[in-house]
């Protein structure tokens, strides 16, 4: 008698005393082409760890000179650490993680921890794909293995002195153990401080994943008391540090997500919308004034109820799941090429995926879909509330997608149909959405560049009506502007008073009757031009929507759309409403 997968270790398909092949014949060719990938997907993860450049951003900075002191690992920051850090929250984990790694390779720290990143990162998504392998079948492990290391995104993570490699590390094998329990005696402890780390390391991580492993565990039937203790496992290693790292009453008690929830609150993440942030007072006072801005500035967009409202809304809820985060790839000319091609097929990946999780839902495996919806419905609600950046998301997508070829590895024939009918119907929600998908970040450099964006045919609605671009200067006021003319040469005239001084990542300019009309006949094309004294720090930018989702632009000149931000190819996010300029 056969028992199914899942059951206590048994693979699927296979039963208890079936023969097998020979291990000489079978075993000794499938263990030596593993063997060739795995060495080669390890060499093409470790040529970038050792020649890309190590990202560091601001963020970054923080981070590791509080690693280079220890402070608020198991010891209270001080005053002057939390004024240092600023709006950056303080993750523990994550600092104890930098103050180890930054030290095993000897050189440059951000080298090192680039290189400990990458290793343990791919050491994870192979273990991980072996665990897969092991208690389903091993083409699943192949495929997921081969799906993990197509998304250069995830490698990309590890060139930067960010958490989102490490957090990736660990967050995708505790889905794997959600979706295929342990039997070990020792497995709630280790899952428990696994999770405990990851809290503490990405707080919003560390909740998913506890939520994630205690809905796989109750649904697969596990002991209350396994689930029980793995939960308090990981309760009592974040209270701990919780309670450590706490100085005093007046210290802020959410723990710098005042920051991120006012981030979340501006217009498509652009900071220069948020105004002036509060400065004085205590940790406590500006956590109050922060949340308070934020919920104000929530009120006033849901109330303008303006035609780009909901526009900017499906936005916030979905950028952070189908955009892409700004990684130069221009250290090398094979790689960058092949990064560019890999984020254009990621949203189809994801596509896919959420139509396999509905799917399952209905028709197949209901733990493994619900897993799966947990796993999308906190990539859209943390999108919402802590601003739908793409890196923030990125290390929820590994997991989504392990889920989805778990749930299509069990589905019949015609369920399979089902899974490509949603995902048609899904790739054309995201056509008729394609701001979402859009990358950060394309440059405008200096004065004279010039981009040219198609208008397709019917693009402009008949009569007189207003066309909508995002670009803007990151500084405010700036003397760089962006020149917008139409197919005679005419410079279009902006709304209420045009870029220079605007806070606001969105322009739009008057379109004539005539340019509408002629729109009716055939494509047009606009130029955007800069204009003004660039420098340093004086540029515009603007996102990029990659292809093939919509009408090209290209740079004048310039076979690369934005050659100083490596991206190849693309269009401007511009829409078109009907009407003369809002008031």
Excluded at 13 to 31: C, D, E, N, Q, Y
Excluded at 276 to 302: H, I, K, N
């Amino acid at each position: 008698m056969s028992q199914a997968a899942g059951d206590e270790g048994v693979p699927l398909g296979r039963a208890k005393g079936a023969t097998h092949r020979s291990p000489v014949l079978f075993s000794i060719p499938v263990i030596a082409a593993l063997a060739t990938l795995v060495s080669a997907s390890f060499a093409a993860y470790l040529w970038p760890a050792l020649r890309a450049p190590v990202v560091t951003w601001s963020d970054s900075t923080i981070d590791l000179e509080l690693a280079r002191r220890g402070v608020g690992i198991l010891t209270p920051p001080s005053e002057q650490d939390l004024r240092f850090a600023g709006v950056h929250p303080i993750k523990p984990g994550f600092i104890a993680f930098l103050a180890l790694a930054s030290r095993i390779v000897s050189g440059e720290e951000g080298r090192s921890v680039v290189i400990v990143q990458s290793i343990l990162l791919l050491s994870s998504l192979l273990a991980t794909s072996w665990y897969i392998a092991k208690r389903s079948r091993w083409p699943l492990g192949l495929v997921l293995y081969g799906t993990l290391l197509s998304c250069l995104r995830l490698r990309d993570a590890t060139s930067a002195v960010m958490s989102e490699a490490i957090a990736v590390t660990c967050f995708v094998p505790l889905v794997a153990l959600a979706l295929f329990p342990p039997r070990h005696r020792a497995s709630p402890l280790v899952v428990g401080v696994l999770v405990g780390w990851l809290a503490l390391a990405r707080p919003n991580l560390g909740a998913i994943a506890l939520m994630v492993v205690v809905v796989g565990w109750v649904m697969f039937g596990a002991a209350t008391s396994r689930t029980a203790l793995m939960a308090a496992t990981a309760l009592a290693v974040v209270g701990t540090v919780w309670l450590v790292t706490r100085s005093s009453p007046e210290d802020d008690p959410i723990r710098g997500l005042g920051g991120p929830l006012l981030f979340g609150s501006a217009n498509y993440y652009w900071s220069p919308s948020l105004g002036d942030w509060p400065q004085d007072g205590s940790g406590r006072a500006l956590a109050g004034a922060e949340v308070r801005l934020a919920a104000a500035r929530w009120r006033r967009f849901l109330d303008d109820r303006d035609r780009d409202t909901s526009r900017q809304l499906v936005w916030r809820a979905f950028h952070g799941l189908f955009g892409t985060e700004y990684y130069d790839a221009r250290w090398s000319g094979a790689y960058k090429n092949a990064d560019f091609w890999s984020k254009v097929a990621t949203p189809f990946l994801t596509v896919v995926s959420i139509a396999a999780l509905l799917t399952a839902c209905a028709f197949g495996d209901r733990r493994a879909g619900a897993i799966g919806m947990i796993l999308l419905l906190a990539a859209v609600l943390q999108s919402l509330v802590f601003g739908s950046l793409p890196r923030l998301v990125l290390p929820l997508l590994p997991s989504l997608w392990l889920v989805a070829l778990v749930c299509i590895r069990a589905q019949r024939r015609k369920h399979k149909l089902v899974i490509l009918l949603l995902a048609s119907g899904g790739l054309m929600l995201l056509r008729a959405n394609r701001h979402v998908l859009d990358w950060e970040w394309g440059l405008v450099e200096k004065a004279g560049v010039t981009l040219r964006q198609e208008l397709p045919r019917g693009a402009l609605p008949y009569g007189a009506s207003t066309f909508h671009i995002r670009i803007a200067a990151p500084l405010v006021p700036a003397p760089v502007a962006a020149r917008v003319m139409d197919p005679d040469g005419r410079a279009l005239v902006p709304c209420q008073g045009g870029l220079t001084a605007a806070r606001e990542p969105v322009v739009a300019f008057a379109i004539p009757e005539s340019l509408s009309r002629a729109n009716r006949e055939r494509r047009l094309f606009v130029d955007v031009t800069g204009v003004g004294t660039f420098g340093q720090t004086e540029y515009l930018l603007f996102p990029v929507i990659p292809p093939p989702w919509g009408a090209s632009a290209r740079r004048l000149g310039d076979a690369s759309l934005s050659p100083s931000t490596g991206i190849l190819a693309g269009s401007f996010d511009w829409w078109v409403n009907p009407g003369p300029c809002p008031e």
